[in-house]
């Protein structure tokens, strides 16, 4: 039987090629993913151990983010026997300017310290060893454009401008905060001059000769003192290595949901293609019953051929993920900052075994529905003229439409339950489970779904010609069979239209906000820092003094001092009359902010909900002096961190000292853009380190990040949609084998080779087309519920443009399916079809 196996095999192996294209493909990207997350995992490792196995000892604060290391630490550390040296790391904000003269990022770059101890060596260049000179980070000198041999400045503690020479760059690698804020490196002393810093953020150490390394650890510990953590190089690399591969796993754990995408749209591939074998050679397998093969063999011979198949495409898929894997990691490497795009790619063997056993196990499950048919063949199937059992798709009928009729309406009673279901992840779970039941219930209507497609568009077909209504009348012909085809092609534009819906929606709700709450044309603010320093008033009163400028609004802020998340915010809006100044204010539930003067407040409506306040009634205003009584005059629902809202003069007074802390500017009518710009830039030009932002810049960045985010999902569902059109054009090429007489029989009453490609082609671009469209009508209706889910107050929005080129696609891949098919059809010579059975 084994035997039978193979030659069945080697007889009908063109058959199960778009097959093995399509398991090989979804293996690649499961094995491409593994080894690309394995080489990244290994190159933040290999990065990090091999710049913290530098030091013996490194000593560091027990709060990392703001404790320090005690100076006079390091000359104890010095001073002890089992040390050889030690060196202090000196870090702290020092603002780096661009070559505009303004300062980089809304956060101030970290200024830290290098010398001839240190962890961290120049990638291109040297090290600072002098007052005037400074290193920067790969990603400062990316960000600025500076190079070595530039100057580049560089704001004190005092606010004043000093000037270094670029001697050198440094990578520091998966450094999170260096990634954010990037780097400044100076020499030990000049650092402790530019940062005003205190303490050190580390001691590094090295052991004396033949001093080991935990005696040299606890030799430190000793002398550290408390409020320290003394740990070995080794200790910390891995610690740092931990902390990367993090990072690589959430990467990795994204990729391999796209992977299993992949794979599933395979599976309904291999599905369909081995029920359309086992129903076209049923006569061989009747054949096989009557010269004594039992039901289990049969059975084996069809799951052989699975393993087979499987296994063969499965070795093609994991040798093409591993180039994937390493072409990923040589591309992506700058980009994801590991500082290693040349590493060697690591191969694991979990990689090639998980490779080989997702791709043969998804072959033999998928296989083994048609294999359990083929067993209940009877030997009398061998004695019938067809080779076709027709009957398969004749009854899509009343099952069917009962399924349907229950799990279609389940899914979307799960959506609307979704809408209350108290949180936005719980929301989400709910929507997911509906998703999936949808998809079932889909699937199980498929057939009836393709009729009754096929059925609307019929007459149009029919008028367009004889070709076009011969496809027609295949495609309602087999609607099983057909369903099948279309439902991998289905998962893939769910799944992107669904994404594209979300991205429109947050596009689209995100606009709203930024029009209803920065109604400014301009908005100033400072760089985030510990202490977050006011903006200078100076600048509002230049602002306002400009002609250029209409409105000029400054927002102070303060706290009832209650730490954390719980602490009451107060603010104020000076500069226009509080019902135009607060453009957060989205609705008055009660009172009016015209209604807010000195003596009275406005509070945000879920503190007032939180404290059981309305309009009329008293509330206190903690302030550093005491509490001050005043009077509840509005309750507004407020996009806004702040929970009450003062006149300016009872903020003055409660908060003597407050400075402005966001300037929002409006353009006079008429004014010229650029004038505005100059003058708004004129105002801080003395002050480098506020941030400038217009409402046409947030919207161009957030614009930008999720439509990278979208095109980087639709490539990596665009394999998923790639291997569903090959199931098409499988399907579709078997389909012209099964029907090689009956198409014979069309050429010889008269109709054209170019007739009988033109059938094909209408064929699979309506296969196509019913795929995407159920597939859109999923998307949209499930990204609406997603997105609802998981934000509030979300204008929802369809993508129009997009989703027409999705349905542009679909045409595309249709005609693309048709091609190999189509051209096999129209060469079959006519005698040589008639005179076979």
């Known amino acids: 039987m084994l035997r039978t196996t193979l030659a069945g095999l080697r007889l009908h192996k063109g058959r199960l090629v778009t097959t093995a294209l399509a398991i090989a493909l979804g293996v690649m990207f499961v094995t491409g993913t593994l080894v690309f997350s394995d080489t990244l995992r290994a190159s933040f490792a290999d990065q990090v151990m091999g710049s913290a196995e530098k030091m013996d000892v490194v000593v560091l604060p027990e709060d990392e983010r703001r404790g320090t290391v005690p100076r006079d630490v390091l000359a104890e550390v010095r001073d002890l026997p089992e040390i050889d040296r030690a060196a202090g790391v000196t870090a702290g904000d020092a603002p780096l300017l661009d070559k505009d003269g303004r300062a980089v990022g809304s956060v101030p770059t970290l200024g830290v310290s290098v010398g001839d101890l240190s962890r961290y060596s120049a990638a291109e260049g040297e090290l600072p060893d002098a007052p005037g000179e400074a290193a920067l980070a790969t990603v400062s000198a990316s960000a600025t454009g500076y190079k ?42 000049t650092a402790v001059e530019m940062t005003g810093a205190e303490g050190f953020a580390e001691i590094d150490a090295v052991a ?27 200790e910390l690399g891995e610690r740092l290595a931990d902390q990367a591969g993090a990072q690589a796993d959430v990467l990795a754990a994204g990729l391999l949901l796209f992977a299993l995408v992949s794979v599933l ?36 011979s069809v799951v052989a051929e699975a393993l087979v198949v499987g296994l063969a495409a499965s070795a093609l898929g994991v040798l093409a993920g591993i180039g994937l894997g390493a072409a990923g990691f040589a591309l992506g490497a700058d980009a994801l900052n590991t500082g290693a795009s040349g590493a060697a790619v690591v191969l694991q063997p979990g990689a090639v075994l998980i490779g080989l056993a ?142 594209a819906v979300i991205n429109s929606s947050m596009m689209s709700t995100m606009n709203d906000l930024l029009d209803e709450q920065f109604p400014a044309d301009y908005q100033i603010t400072g760089q985030f820092t510990d202490e977050n320093p006011a903006i200078p008033r100076q600048v509002a009163r ?38 135009e100044a607060a453009s957060a204010v989205r609705q008055e539930r009660a009172g009016d902010l015209a209604d807010v003067r000195p003596g009275s407040v406005a509070v945000q409506a879920d503190y007032a909900n939180a404290e059981g306040l309305g309009v009329g009634d008293p509330v206190t205003v903690k302030t550093p002096d005491g509490e001050r009584g005043l009077e509840v005059a509005a309750v507004v629902e407020a996009a806004a961190v702040w929970s009450v809202l003062m006149a300016p003069e009872d903020f003055a007074a409660a908060f003597p000292g407050k400075g402005d802390e966001i ?69 579709l090429a078997l389909s012209v084998l099964e029907r090689t007489r009956e198409s014979a029989l069309l050429r010889a009453m008269g109709l054209k080779r170019a007739q009988l490609r033109l059938m094909l082609v209408w064929e699979a671009v309506l296969l196509c ?26 204008i929802f929005s369809v993508p129009i443009a997009q989703i027409a080129g999705f349905v542009g696609a679909a045409v595309a891949a249709g005609l693309l399916a048709s091609v190999l098919p189509s051209r096999r059809a129209a060469r079959t010579s006519i005698t040589a079809a008639l005179a076979s059975e």
């Open 663 to 731: 300037i929002s500017v409006v353009g006079a009518e008429g004014a010229e853009a650029a004038k505005l710009r100059d003058a708004v830039y004129a105002a801080v030009e003395d002050h480098p380190t506020l941030q400038v932002d217009s409402v046409a810049q947030m919207r161009k960045q957030f614009e930008d990040v999720l439509g990278t985010a979208f095109l980087a999902v639709v490539a990596m569902l665009g394999l998923a949609v790639v291997i569903a059109v090959f199931g098409i054009a499988n399907t």
């Open 148 to 189: 070595v041999g530039d100057t580049a400045t560089v704001l004190g503690p005092d606010g004043g401008k000093h000037e270094f020479t670029v001697t050198g760059l440094i990578d520091f690698g998966t450094a999170a905060d260096v990634s954010f804020r990037g780097a400044v490196a100076f020499t030990p002393q």
């Open 208 to 234: 004396a000769e033949g001093v080991p390394r935990q005696q040299a650890v606890d030799a430190v510990a000793a002398v550290a003192g408390s409020g320290t953590e003394v740990l070995t190089g080794r």
């Open 769 to 794: 087309l019913i795929g995407a469209l159920v597939g859109i009508g999923l998307g949209v209706s499930f990204g609406w519920a997603a997105a609802d889910a998981a934000f509030e107050d979300l």
């Open 542 to 579: 230049d602002l306002r003094a400009a002609p250029e400028t209409a409105q000029v609004v400054a927002q102070r802020s303060a706290t009832d001092g209650t730490p954390g998340p719980d602490a009451t915010w107060y603010s104020t809006l000076d500069g226009a009359p509080l019902e």
């Open 265 to 300: 749209v395979a599976a309904i591939v291999i599905h369909n293609t081995f029920a359309i074998l086992v129903a076209q050679r049923q006569r061989e397998m009747a054949l096989l019953r009557c010269v004594g093969a039992v039901r289990r063999q049969v059975f084996t």
């Open 358 to 499: 997702a791709g043969t196990a998804t072959t033999l499950f998928s296989a083994l529905l048609p294999a359990r048919r083929a067993m209940s063949v009877p030997p009398l199937a061998a004695l019938r003229t067809s080779a076709v059992a027709a009957g398969l798709d004749r009854r899509p009928g009343l099952l069917r439409a009962a399924a349907a009729s229950v799990l279609l309406p389940a899914s979307a009673a799960v959506v609307f339950l979704s809408r209350d279901a108290g949180s936005p992840q719980a929301g989400l779970y709910l929507v997911a489970g509906a998703g999936m039941v949808a998809f079932v219930g889909v699937v199980v209507a498929g057939p009836l779904l393709v009729r009754a497609a096929v059925a609307a568009v019929s007459p149009l077909m029919r008028a367009l010609g004889v070709s076009s209504a011969l496809a027609a009348d295949n495609a309602r012909r087999s609607p099983r069979r057909a369903a099948t085809a279309t439902i991998a092609l289905t998962v893939g534009a769910t799944l992107i239209t669904g994404y």
